[in-house]
């Protein structure tokens, strides 16, 4: 099983700042079946980023996924408030087929 | 626009068996190119992918639960449905039905707004 780490757990910063999220795999990764996800408190996951670094419909342009192999990021150019929330990270492809990262938590300063 | 509506009881009794359903709208579980899947989360953790049934009825499980895990379709209602046998307090979850998309490597583009359900007696 391909088990996904995401840091920093918590990730503390102001409003127009930028937010870097990393996203490792224990082994290599396709950056085709690389996802990433935003979930705010009660509701369900929204997909943002899928194959590493293709943005999902009508997500803004300042969401950018980048990465290869077992390294993999999420970046979020000026924060804006709708922005903070938990972020996972995904990978398809390796037993159980569909893996998700621990979670990382933007939180505002 | 395709919704999915995840519907069934909150509340289930351990080793009973908990029953879901997922009503898709504004599109065909029958179309191809998409597995339907539930995914849980428990409380205040990450998120577990329990298992897909594609259009033709082919499943795949999470290795993890596969003995306790039936998914199955009704096209004529436009439903998946999930069963979980033998429960306890650790499947305690929100279970969230979502669509894995192929032209997105299989990424989860359309989700429920999911439903918790307890173990409990």
């Known amino acids: 099983e391909i088990v996904l780490t995401q840091s920093p757990g918590t990730l503390s910063l102001s409003p127009g700042e930028r937010a870097t999220l990393s996203c490792r795999a224990s082994?290599?990764?396709?950056?085709?079946?690389l996802v990433w996800y935003q979930q705010k408190p009660g509701q369900a996951p929204r997909l943002l980023i899928y194959?590493?670094?293709g943005r999902a419909t009508g997500i803004p342009d300042r969401f950018s996924g980048s990465g290869s192999g077992t390294d993999f990021t999420l970046t979020i150019n000026r924060l804006e408030p709708e922005d903070f929330a938990v972020y996972y990270c995904?990978?398809?492809?390796?037993?159980?087929?569909?893996?998700f990262g621990q979670g990382t938590k933007v939180e505002i300063k | 626009q395709v919704q999915l509506q995840e519907s069934g009881p909150g509340l289930v009794k351990p080793s009973q068996t908990l029953s879901l359903i997922c009503t898709v709208s504004?599109?065909?579980?029958?179309?191809?190119?998409?597995?339907w899947s539930w995914i849980r989360q428990h409380p205040g953790k990450g998120l577990e992918w329990i298992g897909y049934?594609?259009?033709?009825?082919?499943?795949y499980y999470n290795p993890s639960l596969t003995s306790r895990i039936l998914i199955s379709l009704d096209t004529s209602k436009n439903q998946f449905s999930l069963k979980l046998s033998s429960v306890s307090a650790a499947d305690t979850a929100v279970y969230y039905c979502?669509?894995?998309?192929?032209?997105?490597?299989?990424?989860?583009?359309?989700w429920g707004q999911g439903t918790m359900v307890t173990v409990s007696s």
């Open positions: 049934i594609y259009y033709s009825g082919d499943t």
């Open positions: 504004g599109g065909s579980i029958s179309s191809g190119g998409y597995y």
């Open positions: 995904q990978q398809y492809g390796s037993s159980p087929l569909w893996t």
């Open positions: 194959g590493a670094f």
């Open positions: 979502a669509r894995g998309r192929l032209d997105t490597g299989w990424a989860f583009d359309i």
């Open positions: 082994q290599s990764v396709s950056s085709t079946y």
